[in-house]
């Protein structure tokens, strides 16, 4: 129950750090700007996070390691409420960022560690999450909307501090501490692994394409709302409506990924990619910010679950925190590099609706090209 509870409270704190954008916008800033102060920060980070889990294996102290990473969090998140200087937000965000992006990848290979062989039931626990985020995130889009939406970073560190103080009731990654001290060795050697394993990475290029159109949406998503004529109380909505979509994908997903071929899974995933940003592409209405986000379960929930669960298959016991941690450098790291930069040009530049059709473009593209790459191979992975 307390991997449930942590999921809960943990993603509330997601909603939270969902209105950033909004309060940079507020000070003042471009969508480029805005574009490089996410940039930055997950460049910094993307090198960062693999650290993190060869601490992590090499220590054997997971859950220590990990509430290290929200205690930092939960610091750096209050900082922000003493500048508006660019220079300075940029570097609080790299701060940020390498405290708490490696959370979620520590928090899943503890879970993974508990669930043992039992690993397809994580959907089950990640959804916990999504019913914490969809509770709170409209509360706090119209709270924002009658207040200021500053106030965000007081929520976000009470959140992480509930979060910490639940972490204390996690039991430590069995299978990590059980591991032969012969494994010990080599944690940066081993890293090179993992390169060596064609499916995986043909796996991380797929993800960072993906990725670039998720991220990019993410960061622009409420400017795009804003820009044409909502607030946060319908940014706060659409974000409920998406996370509530997750839950049922979620619930189910032990059984999804108990009968698909990985494939299959991840081209329906991919399609639901692209229909969501064609969508936001053609018809920026509020109808439709709304209806695309039910997408959001097969598009970001059956893929994001698809893609911890695949990792946990195709990496060994001793290097999987550090795997988990890779493969979010790219999710949200080299991702959101791209994703950040490019989607601020094109957004100020062109419009929200070119840099939307541009990323159902790619999403068909990646989509398309893992699809093919995944039926000429021979392992199957599911």
Not at 106 to 134: I, P, T
């Amino acid at each position: 129950m307390h991997f449930k509870l942590f999921n809960f409270i943990y993603y509330m704190s997601f909603a939270a750090k969902s209105f950033f954008n909004i309060h940079f916008s507020n000070l003042g800033y471009t969508s480029t700007q805005i574009g490089l102060i996410n940039s930055i920060a997950r460049g910094v980070a993307l090198f960062i996070l693999p650290f993190w889990g060869i601490a992590s294996d090499s220590l054997k102290a997971n859950k220590r390691v990990l509430q290290f990473a929200v205690i930092g969090t939960m610091v750096f998140s209050l900082m922000f409420l003493t500048t508006s200087n660019l220079i300075i937000i940029i570097v609080l965000m790299v701060f940020l960022a390498s405290f708490m992006n490696p959370i979620r990848p520590l928090y899943d290979n503890l879970l993974f560690g508990f669930l043992g062989d039992q690993e397809n039931k994580y959907g089950r626990f990640r959804l916990w999450g999504s019913l914490g985020y969809s509770i709170i995130v409209p509360i706090l889009g119209f709270f924002f909307e009658n207040t200021n939406v500053s106030n965000t970073f007081y929520i976000l560190s009470a959140l992480l501090f509930l979060t910490l103080l639940i972490s204390m009731k996690l039991p430590e990654n069995e299978i990590q501490k059980s591991i032969d001290n012969d494994n010990d060795q080599g944690r940066f050697a081993n890293i090179g692994l993992l390169f060596k394993n064609k499916l995986f990475v043909a796996f991380l290029i797929y993800v960072f394409f993906m990725q670039i159109t998720m991220n990019g949406n993410l960061t622009y998503f409420p400017l795009y709302v804003l820009e044409y004529g909502g607030k946060e109380g319908l940014f706060g909505l659409t974000k409920m409506v998406g996370s509530i979509s997750e839950i049922l994908i979620l619930l189910f997903s032990d059984k999804i990924l108990d009968r698909f071929n990985i494939k299959h899974i991840f081209a329906v995933s991919s399609s639901a990619f692209v229909i969501r940003w064609i969508l936001l592409g053609l018809y920026p209405i509020r109808i439709i910010f709304l209806s695309s986000q039910i997408l959001h379960s097969l598009s970001f929930g059956l893929f994001y679950v698809t893609c911890v669960n695949f990792i946990n298959k195709v990496t060994k016991d001793e290097i999987k925190a550090t795997a988990q941690n890779v493969f979010t450098s790219v999710y949200i790291g080299l991702g959101s590099i791209v994703g950040n930069m490019v989607g601020g040009v094109i957004f100020d530049k062109l419009g929200g609706d070119i840099m939307y059709l541009t990323w159902a473009a790619l999403a068909f593209t990646a989509g398309l090209g893992y699809y093919i790459f995944l039926s000429k191979t021979e392992k199957r992975v599911v």
